[in-house]
Structure formats: C-alpha cells, structure tokens
C-alpha cells in the first residue's frame, strides 16, 4: 500500500510517495544530541551478535561499529534501545541502515556529544520500508 510521507527539512518540503507500514513504537521520547536528532552522538563496537526480530531493527555482527544518533528513553519494563547504524566492511548490506538495537549489545568507544536533548518519537521513527 502506498503512502504520501510529507518530509519537512530546513529550507525544503518533499512529497513522496512510500511503501512500507507503521510498526508499534517502542517508546515516546529519545535523546538526541540536537533538536533534530542528526547529529552522531557515539561510536559504539558490538560485544556480540544480535539478530534483528523485526524491520525496525538492524542485524549486528560481534566486533562492528555502530553509529548511534538516538538513545530511547526507557519506558515501564521496555528494554533500553538505541538507534544507529553499521559501519564497516562485515556487512556490506547493512551500512547505511538505521534501525534500533539493544543498548547492552555494544559498548561506546568515542562519544562525539552528549545526548541531552529529549525529543519526542514519532511515527517515522518506527515506519519500516
């Protein structure tokens, strides 16, 4: 089923047409290290594998380097999840994927700047293509 997604970026709208679906969100705020959330907050390596259980996840390989841009903040019972992406010549198919992952899989090597900002998640955050 197609989609119309309105994009508002700086100084540009974009209409486009999308396939994908919502899933559930995982949480209703997240820390960013800037009110968009498009800055890289850290660079985190994997201390093992993770399989992701669905498509608002990424796969991790034990060794990889993540980026991460946004920490979930943590909910009831909810497990503590971050957003970023791969880096690295382990899996190609993953570089560039954004999705989430368990924040007790990786450990932070380099913080570029401190998540300080709470922004509230939206839709998009959880939308899957």
Known sequence: MARLLLLFLPGLVAICAVHGIFMD????????????????????????DYNAPDCRFINVKKGQWIYVYSKLVKENEAGEFWAGSVYGNQSEDEMGTVGYFPSNL??????????TKEVPTTDIDFFCE
């Open 106 to 115: 990786v450990q932070e090597q380099h913080v570029y700047q401190e998540a």
């Open 25 to 48: 969100k995982l949480g209703s705020k997240k820390l960013c290290a800037d009110d968009e959330c498009v800055y890289t907050i850290s660079l985190a390596r994997a201390q093992e």
